[in-house]
């Protein structure tokens, strides 16, 4: 018997208003209202309100909860401020990637939000390896509400629904306060390449926060369509496209999230092996010419040699060129390198070029 699809708290306003839902990660999740390209401009010009309630929040609290964080995740857990956000990787043993994650640090615990598809399997495996720590984790995902509000335009759209005062908030930075009266949590992150702001709120609260955020007029609906084109833009990585099990942290160009020395994190040998060899491939950026998208799955090729294959591609909206994201032998990736990319049989002309694609002006 097929499970029901979750829903969050959201889901009334999308069916409501022409949401085009889809199977999300077992969630029914909008993936436009009006179209992806206007929904995408929205974010790059103004404001855009998503629904990402579907990611899964997972609390950590107890005397060894930077402990366990920092065995389990690629970064330096230990180092993170209260009131700072740090992206990391989940690993296996092997240095393949379980999921690429953000650690929160607040006043009284941490906060692991992970992604909707790697939540159950990200939870069995803190469970496998929390022994011995004094930390108790809780799953938050269905009890609260979370929305990311992005654009040039959100920091005024947000300072008009909580106390946080986010208007001296820097990057990855989060602060808890109210929102619209309830406890809530405030952090200025996001995953299209735009200022923005991601909030947590008690689950019963979602829909009106919902409403009030749309009700300024300025913000539009945004599906996770866009997200996908938004996110490809700023060439950050996708799980289940460039990330998955058989990829490390350094094949992915996330050497950064990598904390080296710092501690013991699970697959941490595997990982500082994969960064020394030479031989591994590369994930680059391609534009192609003309208007033909190389999808996932396209080869890529320098004269009859395969070279690689392409994670993500799409028409880029905003550039109004076809890019893609692309695993390469170290041979053809270096910026200016001619390729081609097989589309549906045909060779379409492409360059390697420097990643992102696009950057927000500061």
């Known amino acids: 018997m097929t499970e029901p699809l979750l829903q969050t708290a959201f889901h009334a306003w999308h ?20 179209s992806i390209t206007q929904e995408h401009t929205a974010v790059r010009t103004s404001v855009g309100l998503f629904d990402i309630a579907h990611m899964g929040r997972l609390m950590f609290r107890g005397s060894d909860s930077c402990g366990l964080l920092d065995r389990l995740v690629t970064n330096d857990v230990a180092s993170i401020e209260c009131g700072q956000v740090r992206y990391a990787l989940v690993c296996r043993e092997d240095g393949g990637i379980l999921d690429d994650v953000l650690v929160y640090r607040f006043q009284d615990d941490y906060l692991l939000v992970v992604n909707a598809s790697n939540r159950l399997k990200i939870v069995e495996w803190i469970e496998r390896h929390q022994g011995g720590y004094d ?27 909580t106390d946080v005062d986010v208007s001296t908030m820097g990057y990855y930075r989060c602060a808890a306060g109210e929102v619209l009266g309830h406890p809530g949590r405030v952090s200025r992150t996001g995953y299209t390449g735009e200022d923005g702001f991601e909030l947590i709120v008690p689950g019963e609260a979602g829909a009106a926060l919902w409403e009030r955020l749309l009700g300024s007029g300025e913000v539009t609906a945004c599906g996770l369509g866009c997200r996908d084109t938004l996110r490809l833009e700023a060439a950050m990585p996708l799980y289940g496209h460039e990330l998955d099990e058989q990829t490390d942290p350094y ?93 549906r049989g045909k060779r379409v002309a492409a360059e390697v070029v420097k990643l992102p694609f696009y950057r927000r002006e500061a």
Do not use: C, H
């Open 251 to 343: 094949t992915a160009g996330l050497g950064f999230a990598v904390k080296g020395d710092a501690a013991e994190f699970i697959g941490r040998e595997a990982v500082i092996e994969a960064r020394d060899r030479t031989d591994r491939s590369q994930r680059v950026g391609l534009k192609l010419e003309g208007r033909r998208i190389g999808r996932e799955g396209a080869e890529v090729f320098s004269g009859d040699t395969r070279v690689g294959q392409v994670t993500s591609g799409t028409f880029s909206p905003t550039l109004q060129e076809a890019i893609a994201m692309a695993y390469v032998d170290p041979g053809a990736a270096e910026v200016g390198t001619a390729v081609e990319v097989d589309v």
């Open 135 to 161: 930390v108790e984790v809780l799953d938050r995902t269905l009890e609260w509400s979370m929305v990311a509000v992005q654009g040039p335009g959100s920091l005024d759209v947000v300072a008009a629904v």
């Open 15 to 34: 069916t409501e208003n022409g949401g085009r839902l889809v199977d999300f990660a077992g969630w029914d999740m909008p993936v436009l209202y009006t």
